[in-house]
């Protein structure tokens, strides 16, 4: 990949890096503001676990957005940025504007979804009936 275009994605990454880290220590200077409340009755209650779980949720889905930039950094310092992990072939331009932390083609990530969606519905199938039934 050419050095100008690795050096943008580099760029890129490092303020979504920036972005997130920030995000984080909002969310976590939150959540110990929520732990001195008191919920007046339940309503207060259900609101205040909600906000709670939403506020855990969205710190999770940011450290797991972290850690996939921290790592596609990672591949532009050993110079696998933009090979798929899986085939070793390139990964398009059009997929790494779009997810510039993909570490396989669009190829390969496809039979990953699909193997990872007939895996689940096979879980499904293979419990009892009344578990179906339940949704569990």
Do not use: Y
Request: charged share 25%.
């Amino acid at each position: 990949m050419e050095h100008h275009l690795l050096s943008q994605f580099k760029s890129g990454l490092q303020e979504q890096q920036r972005d997130l880290l920030h995000a984080i220590q909002r969310v976590e200077k939150e959540i110990p503001e929520f732990a001195g409340l008191v919920p007046l009755d339940e309503t207060d209650l259900s609101c205040f676990t909600a906000l709670k779980e939403s506020l855990f949720a969205c710190a999770s889905q940011h450290r797991g957005r972290l850690r996939l930039i921290q790592r596609a950094l990672e591949r532009i310092k050993d110079g696998s940025f933009g090979i798929c992990a899986e085939c070793e072939g390139t990964i398009g331009l059009k997929r790494l504007q779009a997810v510039p932390w993909a570490s396989h083609c669009i190829e390969c990530q496809q039979r990953a979804e699909v193997a990872r969606l007939a895996s689940n519905s096979a879980q499904f199938m293979s419990l009892p009936d009344s578990a179906q039934a339940s949704g569990s």
